[in-house]
């Protein structure tokens, strides 16, 4: 009895969530119905709800909000709506502002009427580069849009119609259009011109078009009946209500998916005949006997998603031409029809090249406007597409050791960087000036520079979806037996390579593997740089090493003397104190006034800019200073040691404190922390250590 009691208190407090006020007052809102003039009223305060398709997709976007920065001196606005704060960033994109800004200026475009509306949007990309996530991102988005104030908007049902046309009682409209269309063309103007009174550009109301075929005839019906009162006819035979998009229910967003040829037929997107009421109107060119519920049809007022779009048979394309230019639709047997609709659509590059190659499809290609999804070149913003699906929520049972993604995603962005022609820059290199790392040999200019001569790079190379689906692999196998640190999974990616259904080129495959031995060497190079910062950890004396090291610099490059801070005399700058740096990422005794004059240029030109010098930006300084304060260290600890089976209590002592660290301030746990010593350990024993 208690357990049936407590299930029904169980079930009482689930409908009390369930149960409330604003589910109620929501309910009422989406289902607002009303009179034709009740509706003008509404249009006369908030005209938005008579906006376009392309005004309404661009508001949407617009209400997330935006913020601009600065990249390679370009301002770029990063639309917060990509980030899908709809889903807590279930579908976010990531390293793709660039490209969304375009595409969302297109949109604007269109909304503004400057003709952009008229044609096709193609998203075109390699496979795995977001292209169906950022159109699953806009048919979302505008149904939550759908839903609230600021995006409602409205369609119309005919009512009292059977003791007058021969048809059912309530005929809603098929297509949901606008119900400004009943307005007469001739005394649009006139509506328009009060709507728009000291309204921008971008939000003008126009009422453009004519109603669909049924609604036109029933409209022609009525008016004869009421002898040309127009004012009867939508009073006693017009219920508006309130339209929420959806695409479960077609309502205001359609996808279509192109199937095999044979299969394929046009009226999937303009409708077809409904052979049962052809018995009962006698005839199948009257409107009453054909289901206007194409795709085209039921995605009026809203979005289309063409899948593959390219992969169309040309009868479909015919009809793809007429929609985004004309914005008309031809059902079988009928006149043009109107249709308000974004038509989105995306293509890999096989396909692209194919319609490029094709002579007879140079109306197509005169009416898409392509914008182009490549693969991600920023290794940060890879990053955050892995950690988004594992980390310790997601992967709660295993560890994943620290760089473990870091290196996936660096592998993953080294295949689909084009080699750069500047003989002494490596990929890796390019890979970390793309990332933001500085130097003083490459500006902000030639960074962008390199970006404009790789025409190709983010169009090639390993997806993420590969990447992902051997991160998941690595994780069910569980070698590390409960950590996964970056040696597994670089083997798991390597091992894949072989039956990769997307590389047919030996050639390529053997690139890839080269690529993943210098990520393996980068990693050797970050786990040993990370020992050593745990074994020298005090930032505090980097700081003051650093500190020391420009002062001295700067007296040699401008000739002056250095206060000593004990004696208080004047003295000549330290030479040994900075060759002792500079050996340490091998700067040459020839090369050495050259370097000095480079880090003061470096900080002059931060100073310009009102930024300061911080030696974590400068990558060569920042590994010359952590190297030298543990070539000043690495004596109190015996590595070494590690890969034999005798430690001595001491040494067993200084370990387990350089340990604690890499699990206390960098994220390791028990097991790759011990797994990280041993190598950096097995490095120095074979006599690898940095020089």
Known sequence: ??????????????????????????????????????YLNLVMKNPEVARTSFQRVYDMIESYGSKTYSEYKKAITHWNFFDDPMDNGKDAIFGLDVHLMKLVNVIKAGAYRY??????????????????????????????????????????????????IEMEDVFPSPMNEEPLLLVPTEHRAKLMSALNESRKQGAKIQIEGELCPPSRFIFKKLMEHYKGDWEKLVTNHVKVKRLVLSEQDRIGIGTFQPKDEKNQDSTELTGDINYRKIAIYGSDSDPRAFNFDGEFNIANRGVIEFIEVLKLDVAFLY???????????????FAQTDIDLLILGHTNEPEFRKLQSNEFMEALRDRTVKIDIPYITRLDQEVKIYEKSYNSKTVPHIHIAPHTIEMAAMWAILTRLEEPKKANLTL?????????????????????????????????????????????????????????????????????????????DEEIRKHYKELLSDVKREYEDV????????????????????????DNVKAYVQKEKIKNLYTGSDEEPDERLMRSIEEKIEIAE??????????????????????????????????????????????????????????????QAKIDVVKNRLIKNYGYCEICASDALSFVASIFARGNAVK
């Open 115 to 164: 003709g952009t509306e008229k044609r096709v949007i193609l998203l075109h990309g390699p496979v795995g580069s977001s292209k169906s996530t950022i159109a699953r991102l806009i048919k979302k988005g505008l149904e939550r849009y759908s839903r609230t104030p600021e995006g409602a908007l409205y369609a119309f049902d005919w009512i009292n119609l059977a003791d007058i």
């Open 428 to 504: 890796m290199q390019k890979l970390k000036l793309y990332n933001g790392k500085t130097t003083q040999n490459f500006t902000e200019d030639n960074i962008k520079e390199l970006r404009k001569e790789a025409v190709r790079e983010g169009l090639d190379g390993i997806s993420a979806r590969y990447i992902q689906d051997k991160i998941s692999n690595a994780l069910i196998v569980d070698k590390g037996e409960g950590c996964l640190n970056p040696f597994i999974l670089l083997n798991e990616l390597e091992g894949g390579l072989k039956a990769h259904s997307l590389i047919n």
């Open 590 to 651: 020839s090369r050495k006034d050259d370097f000095r004059r480079e880090i003061m240029n470096y900080i002059g030109a931060l100073a310009i800019e009102g930024k300061h010098f911080d030696y974590k930006t400068n990558e060569r300084l920042h590994k010359a200073l952590e190297l030298k304060l543990f070539e000043d260290q690495k004596d109190t600890i015996k590595l070494t040691t590690l890969v034999s089976n005798i430690v001595d209590k001491e040494t």
């Open 1 to 38: 009895m208690n357990g049936q009691k407590g299930e029904i208190m169980n079930a009482d407090k689930a409908f009390e969530l369930i149960r409330t006020s604003e589910f109620k007052k929501e309910h009422a809102e989406l289902h607002w119905s009303g009179t034709y003039k009740e």
């Open 319 to 333: 009809d793809l031409l007429t929609a985004s230019q004309e914005h008309k639709v031809k059902p079988k047997k």
């Open 527 to 550: 786990v040993k740089h990370e020992v050593q910062r745990a074994i020298s950890a005090d930032e505090s004396v980097i700081n003051k090493l650093c500190g020391n090291y420009i």
